[in-house]
Nanobody, 130 residues
Framework: QVQLVEYGGGLVRAGESLRLSCSAT????????????MGWFRQAPGKEREFVAA????????VSADSVKGRFTISRDNAKNTVYLQMNDLRPEDTAVYYC???????????????????WGQGTQVTVSS
């Protein structure tokens, strides 16, 4: 079992930046954060949850949605059991609840489909005013 907690959401103006953090803890003996590829998703009111970015277990590969390319960067620090989402040049359309998610253990693919992820955080609200 993996528990995920997101931090860093808030209210910002268009053009500003935020960095989201997601801290992971595990309950299994010898649990290791680097076992899991990680992803960020977001869900705006009245819309379906959508993929934002994903990162491989060792951080060597990332993939992101076209809507955030060049503005958002996903990274991770396995020593701190934390994955980050640096969001620059925020726009009102980025307003959503942002969720981090852990893929199944030892996965090698980076998934953009929410159903591929096993563990989810509770979400953190990001609101961008115009």
């Amino acid at each position: 079992q993996v528990q995920l907690v997101e931090y860093g959401g808030g209210l910002v103006r268009a053009g500003e930046s935020l960095r989201l953090s997601c801290s992971a803890t595990g309950t299994a003996t010898r649990w290791t954060f680097s076992t899991y590829s990680m992803g960020w998703f977001r869900q705006a009111p009245g819309k379906e949850r959508e993929f934002v970015a994903a990162i491989a277990r060792n951080g060597g590969r990332t993939v992101s949605a076209d809507s955030v390319k060049g503005r958002f960067t996903i990274s991770r620090d396995n020593a701190k059991n934390t994955v980050y989402l640096q969001m620059n040049d925020l726009r009102p359309e980025d307003t959503a609840v942002y969720y981090c998610a852990a893929d199944k253990a030892y996965g090698t693919l980076l998934h953009s489909t929410s159903t591929e992820y096993v563990f989810w955080g509770q979400g953190t609200q990001v609101t961008v005013s115009s």
